[in-house]
């Protein structure tokens, strides 16, 4: 029987109902109706929570930034290996987290087209920009990344491989990704504390 709302407590459960339903059946299938189905909560209780679909597709967003945000707050690293651990949170390496990124793709593509979910997916895609360029400082407060590199280009080719690693570990989904994907990220961090190649280099 389905249960009744505590809204304190249960609009994060119901998100991540959705966010499954997300991953498991695509944007097509996200409804009020399905994602009450899938969290055990009647359809009128959850619309007071979500009263139309764009409330609950912006909360979805929301929630997918809130869990990493959360993950990444609880790390009790420093230097590297903080830095390395910081960016896993990003990744597609355990169910967990590769809900949250296909979901985040789903909702993000959406997002071009539909300008009132826009900003709900703009603050999430600018919370890994900081994430990336929060990786760059720890290196750089850490002597890892090289005096001649410099800081906000290098958060910036981070966010772009990052993201590149994330769709190849969606894309691969087999057991040895999750692996591969760390080795990439931890190869390039690597090379950061390397003097970066000249144009002649560069052109070779």
């Known amino acids: ?52 679909q764009q409330a609950l597709r912006e909360y979805c967003l929301e929630l997918i930034q809130e869990r990493a945000t959360a993950r990444i707050a609880a790390l009790e690293l420093e230097g590297r290996e903080l830095a390395d651990a910081l960016l896993a949170q990003l990744l597609p390496l355990d169910a967990e987290r590769r809900l949250e990124i296909v979901a985040q793709v789903q909702l993000g593509v959406l997002a071009l087209t539909d300008h009132s979910l826009r900003p709900a997916a703009q603050r999430l895609h600018d919370g890994v920009d900081r994430a990336c360029s929060a990786a760059i400082g720890i290196l750089d407060d850490s002597g890892r990344l090289h005096a001649a590199r410099q800081p906000a280009f290098e958060a910036t080719r981070l966010r ?36 970066p190649p000249s144009p002649e280099q560069r052109r070779a």
């Not at 459960?13 to 009647?42: D, H, N, Q």
């Not at 491989?161 to 990439?184: C, E, K, N, V």
């Open 160 to 195: 772009a491989l990052l993201d590149g690693i994330a769709m190849q570990g969606l894309w691969r989904g087999d057991a040895a990704a999750p692996a591969d994907a760390l080795t990439t990220l931890s190869r390039h961090l690597d090379e950061l504390a390397l003097q």
């Open 1 to 52: 029987m389905p249960r009744r709302i505590d809204p304190a407590g249960r609009t994060a459960e119901i998100a991540a109902a959705a966010l499954r339903i997300l991953e498991r059946e695509g944007l097509s299938r996200l409804s009020v109706r399905g994602v009450a189905a899938e969290s055990g909560v009647a359809p009128v209780s959850l619309r007071r929570l979500f009263p139309t």
